[in-house]
Every structure is written in structure tokens, then in C-alpha cells.
């Protein structure tokens, strides 16, 4: 059945002489595509299948087994962030990022805040943010949602003093005893990266002191609760730090 598809490569593997096997996230999950020929200096498809290429592409679907690619189109080039090293480091792990949550969550939102995101990282707007954003929103697809409404240890709403990545939440002055103290700014900023809808954004005034502190935050509440270990991540880590 031809088919046509949206979707980012994620992955290319070389398959024999000539041809490459790639894998492409789209908003329904991973489609394993095989492009005959795509290695040759020839090939039409050849430079629609590198990795990180984002378009349509006309496949010849196969339920079970790798399906096969006949001719594609670039949607966005992305052309500031593939210019950049930080940059596709950035993409790489929001990519690597998205296809493993949607492992676990095969919801269309994964894929479509990710090509949000991506858009506003090409346009200029600060990468560690909109990742931060990103990185936020995801956590109730993984079934591990900060709790934004109540103090995470006894559910009171009064007296939020911190957010502490270990309890999972906000702690108030009666349950707190050595925690780390964000200040107020930090704490509304990590609310409104979680509500605010990334495709509105459109600048973005934030202190580097609390856009780091809020990364910070986020990487030590990952590591506690997601699971997730992901190479691309800690090569950022090390390009960022
Ligand atoms: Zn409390």
C-alpha cells in the first residue's frame, strides 16, 4: 500500500552496498524504512535519508515488516540548528528523547510538541528553554507529572516554600526540613513552562540564573523518575556545561 508520511529520521544504517535502512518517528511511532539505492552518489532519495531530515515520504507500507521508501519531500530544512553543533546536539536528544517516551506512550501530543519545539529552536529561541519546556510536558506521558497544585508531601495549597525533585513536588513550611530553596521566580517559571503552549512563544525574557536552576531541576528529577538514561543526553550535557 503506498503511503505517505510525516515524520524525522531518527536512525540510518547502512544495508549492503547501496542501500540504508532508516528509521523513521512519526506522529503514530516508528516506521523501519528501507531506501534502495540511497547510498549512491545518484540516488534521488539520497539526500532525503539522512538522519535528522524532516518531510514527507512516500513509502511503500508494510505492516510487520520494513517498508519501503519510493520518493520524499522536505517539510523544514532547519537550516539554523543544522549549522550549528550545540544546536544538533539539542535536536538529537529531543529526537532520541521523543521515540522513547512514545515507547511507552503512543500519543500523537509527543510528536507534535516535539516539531513545536524544534520550529522554535530553529527560530532562535533560547534551546535550553524550549528542551526545559519540552522535557516538563513530557513527564505526564511517562505517568510521572510534577504536582503543581498542592504540596507533594501532606497536600496542603498554603505556605509552598520549594519544589523538591526527590519528594515529586512543591513543599510547604510545615513539611519542610532540609531541602534545597528555590527561589519564588524558579518556582513560577517551572509552572509556566509546564502550562504555556509552545507554538505561542515567541520570546522569551527569563535570568540565566533561573533558566539554569530550572534545568538543573529537571535533570536530577529525570534521573529520579523517568528511567530514562539516554546517551544524546549526556553528550548535551557535555557540549552545554
Ligand atoms: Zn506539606
Known sequence: MLKKVEG???SET?????SKIINLLTDDGIIGIMAKGAKSIKSPLRSYTLSLTYGEFNIYYHEDKLSTLK???VINEFKNIKKDITLISYMTYLCD???QVMKQN???DIYNLLISSLKKIDNGLNPMIITNIYEIKLLDYLGVGINFSECAKCGSMKNIITIDPDAGGYICQNCYTDEVIYEEKVL???KMYYLVEIDSISDLKISDSVIYAINNFINIYYDS???LYLKSKKFLEEMTS
Open 14 to 18: 547502512n544495508f549492503g552496498e547501496t
Open 97 to 99: 528523547l521523543a521515540s
Open 8 to 10: 524525522i529520521i531518527i
Open 71 to 73: 520518493s520524499a519531500d
Open 188 to 190: 513560577k517559571m517551572l
Open 106 to 108: 503512543q500519543n500523537k
Open 225 to 227: 523518575y523517568t528511567g
